[in-house]
């Protein structure tokens, strides 16, 4: 599993919002400077943020992006998840795979679902504010 440049900035993108007041709207244009990423890029990455519900935009004046929970309710799993990234470690332990018809003869099986659950508990078990308390 590799975390890709989007999931890595789907984090920065949460944990700037996360550090901002709660109650009101951040403009992506700050986020986007605060970071050093472009906008255009913090759009792509914000829409998916906001179809998953992690968090909410204001058009207009006053507008942006803010947090919808509080920062202990995400976990960097579902953050990363949302914006595209698979966390199983091989083709056949994700979501949308087909069943394997050579999963009861193979030798790696079980090696490979006690990885994909590792890690899934070590991304699920990570919050929002732990990383926005470093």
């Keep these: 599993m590799k ?3 989007r999931g890595r900035y789907a984090l920065r993108l949460m944990i700037d919002l996360a550090v901002q007041d709660t ?3 951040t403009p992506l244009k ?5 970071q050093g990423i472009s ?3 913090m759009e792509i990455i914000i ?3 906001v179809k998953h519900k992690l968090i909410h935009g204001l058009r207009g004046k006053g ?6 929970r509080s920062t202990a309710d995400y976990s960097v799993g579902e953050i990363l998840e949302a914006v595209g990234e698979q966390l199983a470690p091989v083709s056949c332990l994700l979501p949308e795979a087909e ?3 050579r999963e009861s003869v193979c030798p790696t099986i079980a090696m490979w679902k006690k ?3 590792l890690s899934h508990d070590f991304f699920y078990g990570i919050t929002l504010a732990d990383l926005a308390e470093t």
């Design 23 to 25: 109650d009101e709207y």
């Design 63 to 68: 507008g942006g992006y803010r947090l919808i």
């Design 39 to 41: 906008e255009k890029y």
């Design 47 to 49: 829409k998916q943020l």
């Design 3 to 5: 975390v890709s440049t």
């Design 99 to 101: 069943p394997c018809d």
């Design 30 to 34: 700050d986020i986007s400077e605060r």
């Design 115 to 117: 990885f994909n659950q």
